[in-house]
């Protein structure tokens, strides 16, 4: 007869956890760019939870496990713009640097899915204090940081003063291809317009 000591232990399998703290990220991943297929495909009006959930792949369970509402997933993914920034030019001169700032720019605005998404998400700003906030953050905020970096280099430099206005400077460097870009939208940019728009720019920055 088998007492309760002869049989062998038996180790058990420890449950995964259940709710947030199994999110798995390659699934966070889908529904974020399925988010921006679905806003550059319908716009926000017409955006559906549904719609994303079959983008990605996922029920809409997947979806509402991370945000409770669409409004919530825009803001958070327009918030993460910002977060993410540009990348800070380092050229070594105040018109390289502007240079390089409004190429990096320029191709992710002309990009046709941001073609799509920011006029759209600019027109619900105008109805939606929350989205025009986080609009703010993603277009004005991840912008200025690198733009404040380019000043304090040229300012470390000595090729612009340091008691330039900091605020008309941001203005003066953002201002000018985001009109062009996202206001105007034209046609593709004529050849050496952005090297043309660094020097101009470059120009009215020394002139502070």
């Known amino acids: 007869m088998t007492t309760n000591a002869d049989t062998p232990q038996v180790k058990r399998r420890r449950r995964a956890p259940a709710g947030a703290a199994v999110l798995r990220e390659d699934v966070t991943e889908a529904i974020r760019a399925a988010v921006f297929e679905e806003l550059a495909a319908v716009g926000y009006a017409r955006m559906s939870i549904e719609g994303i959930a079959r983008r990605a792949g996922v029920g809409k369970t997947a979806v509402y496990r991370r945000w409770r509402s669409k409004l919530h997933l825009v803001l958070d993914l327009v918030s993460a713009i910002a977060v993410q920034g540009l990348p800070a030019p380092d050229t070594g001169s105040l018109e390289g640097d502007l240079r390089?700032?409004?190429?990096?720019?320029?191709?992710?605005?002309?990009?046709?899915?941001?073609?799509?998404?920011?006029?759209?998400?600019?027109?619900?700003?105008?109805?939606?204090?929350?989205?025009?906030?986080?609009?703010?953050?993603?277009?004005?905020?991840?912008?200025?940081?690198?733009?404040?970096g380019i000043v304090a280099a040229a300012v470390a430099r000595g090729e612009i003063g340091a008691e330039i206005d900091t605020d008309l400077a941001l203005d003066l460097i953002s201002g000018p291809l985001y009109w062009r870009a996202v206001v105007v939208r034209g046609p593709k940019l004529p050849k050496g317009y952005l090297a043309g728009l660094a020097r101009a720019t470059a120009g009215a920055l020394k002139a502070l």
């Open 100 to 148: 390089l700032l409004y190429e990096v720019t320029s191709r992710a605005l002309r990009h046709p899915v941001a073609g799509q998404i920011i006029p759209d998400l600019q027109a619900e700003a105008a109805r939606n204090p929350d989205i025009a906030e986080a609009m703010q953050k993603a277009l004005r905020e991840g912008q200025d940081s690198v733009a404040s």
